[in-house]
């Protein structure tokens, strides 16, 4: 009887130490990110973003919009009072990366192919990421650094006119190469030697996909 009790005595208190654990859990994001991934390779870029549209044909973006590996490595730039964080760097890019998604959808009509075959469908995995995103960091609060507060103060002001014109699948190749800079704990696993922020590692062709 002793004995029993012992052992119900263990078994209460192992699963009141992982209580908290399970409680304070936060969301994977990898899960999502690497679904985004799938639907960012190569292939699709070029036949939904760049073969489904006329030679040559640009949107016009903000300047901001056009968030590449060397926008990273540029606000990455040692600054002791106001450091950037990577967070902030990831707020960024999935706020670009909508903005950026929207900007082609609103130049295509409803029965274009690139529209109902494959953005439509990218847009509502970023949406997916984003709730699991906003889950996981819904109660950090931290002031953001001037850099970062500029950009999203020109993202915003609809009387900014900081236009450049680019072509849709450079909207994307730039979402994919950066989201593998920023998350690349996800991917890593995949390629530990192979530094996804590089900017001359994606010139030399080393990484394509």
Known sequence: MVQSECWLLRG?????????MCM???????VPLKTVRESLNLSLRRRFM???????????????EVFRLRNISRLNMSNEEEPVLKRDL??????????????????LPERHPTRHKYLSNLENLF?????????RNEDEE??????ILNIWYRLTDPSYEGWKSVTPKSILDNCYRTMLCLFKECFSKEDD????CEVLNWRKGKKTT
């Open 12 to 20: 209460l208190l192992g699963f009141i130490c992982l209580l908290p």
């Open 24 to 30: 304070s859990a936060e969301p994977d994001l990898c």
């Open 193 to 196: 030697n192979y530094d996804y």
């Open 90 to 107: 990831q707020d960024l890019w999935l706020w670009v990366s909508q903005r950026g998604i929207k900007r082609v959808l609103r130049v």
């Open 127 to 135: 949406r997916d990421f984003e709730a699991l995103y906003n889950q």
């Open 50 to 64: 760049k073969m489904n549209f006329p030679i040559n044909y640009t949107i016009q973006v903000h300047y901001e």
């Open 142 to 147: 931290r002031e953001l650094p001037e850099r």
